[in-house]
């Protein structure tokens, strides 16, 4: 067992800085709340908004944060009261509140920032795509700073340092190595940075990839996942994004048009049907109020192709707006031209004519 105290002072001189301490540590977390409360009321003067969430993440390291720098002066000036073995626990203490507040202080930027994009806005364009940046940014920002304080950490100890400076001794050969066997990851944090910055894709966007139609639900440094539209999750490397082709509906606007296709004899009168159109839309909430047309846009040999072409605010609207608009055309053609529903005709010869 590690002991704190030397063995070669006398337990009644040891009060002296165990009282010192106490106090010193009392004093440094009263100045911690101290500081958090006047920075709070400082920033509500001049934001309003996010600044709660802000401060609800940073006063906890920012409290321990002055409560380890005391204990490092403490540590310094009571030395001698000290075994060396503290001096260790005292650096690990304050590098892992370092790291703890650099994490916090990410995440506070990444909610204050998006305290004004709300996802849940008809149009919201601006709002994905900040989202995506700031998650995209936060992940990366989380992971520099964890490996950077972890690399400290351990050459904090005397063998690790030591076992270090052999392998720069040798950087060339553990430089080739290691970035042979890393290539893999490197090139999907890359993609992911440059997903984040270039933004072929956002949360939400509506995409079809490898012909499964759904929305972009999380973006990660190494992977990005999909709901599919029967709440299947479609799992994909970031780096795809990059690489492959696949379809956006949603890339510089939420807005979209949908296609309905009805077949019909030859005999049917369209512009009924298009008179039938400009009733019905209206009435049907999915539609946006800018695109209405139908167009004769194929013939075969049995029956001519009918194109409904129409427009909603966002891809979930304009399926439920194509699925309503083409019962209601079906149930328009049954009621008022049965006779002109797609037919087969057969032509029979007389064999009597023929003898």
């Known amino acids: 067992m590690v002991e704190i105290f030397s063995n070669n002072r006398e337990p009644e001189s040891l009060w002296i800085p165990i009282l010192v301490s106490v106090i010193v540590l009392v004093a440094a977390w009263v100045v911690g709340v101290w500081v958090t409360r006047t920075l709070r009321r400082i920033m ?25 720098i005391a204990v490092s002066v403490l540590n310094h000036y009571f030395q001698n009261y000290w075994n060396m073995e503290t001096n260790q626990l005292v650096f690990l203490l304050l590098v892992f509140i370092i790291t703890w507040l650099g994490i916090a202080i990410i995440k506070s930027i990444k909610h204050f920032v998006l305290a004004g994009y709300d996802m849940e806005n008809e ?28 690399a400290v950490a351990l050459l904090s100890f005397e063998k690790i340092r030591e076992i270090g400076l052999s392998l720069l001794a040798s950087a060339g050969i553990a430089g080739l190595i290691l970035g042979f066997a890393a290539q893999k990851s490197l090139s999907l944090l890359l993609a992911g940075f440059q997903i984040a910055i270039t933004q072929p894709i956002r949360l939400e966007d509506a995409v079809i990839v490898e012909g499964e139609w759904g929305w972009i639900e999380e973006i990660t440094l190494t992977y990005v996942v999909i709901r599919i539209w029967d709440k299947r999750r479609l799992v994909v490397p970031i780096n795809y994004f990059i690489e492959k082709p696949f379809q ?73 707006l194509r699925v309503r608009l083409r019962e209601e055309l079906i149930a328009f053609l049954q009621r008022e031209y049965p006779q002109y529903l797609p037919k087969a005709r057969i032509t029979l010869e007389d064999d009597n004519k023929n003898s």
């Not at 509500?44 to 380890?68: A, C, E, H, M």
């Open 248 to 320: 956006n509906w949603t890339r510089h606007s939420a807005e979209i048009m949908g296609t309905v296709f009805i077949y019909v004899d030859y005999g049917f009168p369209v512009e009924a049907m298009r008179e039938e159109m400009k009733r019905i839309l209206p009435e049907i909430p999915e539609w946006d109020g800018n695109v209405n047309v139908l167009q004769v846009t194929n013939c075969t040999e049995k029956t001519m192709e009918l194109r409904a072409l129409v427009s909603a605010s966002n891809s979930p609207r304009a399926w439920d």
């Open 44 to 68: 509500r003067r001049q934001l309003k908004t996010g600044i709660d969430n802000v401060f609800n993440l940073v006063k906890t390291p920012l409290k321990l944060l002055l409560v380890s």
């Open 123 to 150: 149009n919201n364009l601006k709002a994905r795509k900040m989202h995506t940046q700031m998650r995209v940014f936060e992940r990366i920002m989380i992971f520099l700073i964890v490996f950077i304080s972890l």
